[in-house]
């Protein structure tokens, strides 16, 4: 039976030197401003999430709601605006935008200074996209826990959003990635269950079965907000993160260090 990761209790203590660091900062408050289209009930239970986490750090959220009528240009001059106030510190769009906004999402991700892309989205940010630096970092304390050196990673989804971050970053880690970027269940079958490790990110509830990962495995899945991996890959793994309680707390916290990383460089 696998070990069953608990992102909350994992970025508990992280929480409280985060809060101290802030409070080490000369009475900046770092402010993230976080535009939220549409109604998506899991994008909004996320933001809700990172206004919560904030505040226990010390930090604060802004939540700006774009309703329906409301088009790609006014979120721009919003976003410019937001550039220009320098008691913001980050902004980032919570994705993904409605369907009228996705022909415009590059323009609007585009809008938002490089210094203030906390959420790692621009190629040109200083920031790790704080979703794949989660998946990554319990990727790590996996290993440190297991006492085990992961010799191939396995990345489904790798051609999405998540999974390009997540290869980048674990090509720089010095990680042996095997991509998938179709979601042919014979290839994760037969090539899947090969690695040991895998970082799921495509979506899918209850893609990964058992049968496509090798025993002892260590599994993430950032599916949200419903989980990519069957339950009953939790047999056969040897560590796994549930949905919702693993990836999802880990994420806000990273998220909430680029906004204090950002707070600190912007102040000096």
């Known amino acids: 039976m ?22 080490g900062m000369g009475g900046v408050k770092p402010k993230l401003a976080s535009i939220l289209a549409g109604n998506d009930p899991a994008s909004t239970l996320y933001v809700n999430l990172k206004k919560k986490a904030a505040e226990r750090v010390g930090a604060e959220v802004e939540i700006y709601t774009i309703h329906d009528r409301i088009g790609p240009d ?8 937001l550039n220009a106030d320098s008691q913001t510190h980050g902004i980032m769009v919570q994705l993904p935008l409605p369907k009228r906004l996705r022909e415009n999402q590059n323009e609007i991700i585009g809008a938002i200074a490089p210094n ?9 940010s200083p920031f790790v996209h704080p979703t794949s630096l989660a998946a990554l970092q319990i990727l790590a ?7 085990r050196k992961i010799k191939k990673l396995a990345v489904v989804g790798a051609s999405g959003m998540v999974g390009r971050h997540v290869v ?23 090539r899947g269950s090969a690695a040991d490790a895998m970082i799921t990110a495509t979506g899918k509830p209850g893609l990964i079965k058992a049968d496509m990962v ?7 899945d950032v599916g949200s ?11 056969k793994a040897g560590f796994i993160t549930p949905v919702p309680g693993g990836v999802g707390p880990v994420t806000v916290f990273c998220l909430l260090e680029n906004l204090v990383t950002a ?6």
């Open 263 to 268: 707070a600190y460089a912007q102040s000096i």
């Open 74 to 81: 006014h979120i721009v001059r919003l976003i410019k605006y």
């Open 214 to 220: 090798g025993k002892g495995v260590i599994v993430i």
């Open 116 to 124: 203030k892309d906390v959420d790692g989205l621009r190629a040109d």
């Open 168 to 190: 980048a970053e674990a090509v720089h880690l010095g990680y042996k990635i095997q991509k998938f970027t179709s979601l042919n269940k014979g290839q994760l079958r037969v």
């Open 2 to 23: 696998a070990i069953i990761f608990d992102g909350k209790k994992f970025v508990k203590d992280r929480e409280v030197a985060l809060r101290i660091r802030i409070a």
């Open 225 to 235: 907000p419903k989980g990519d991996v069957d339950p009953a890959v939790s047999k």
């Open 141 to 147: 304390f996996a290993e440190s826990w297991l006492k």
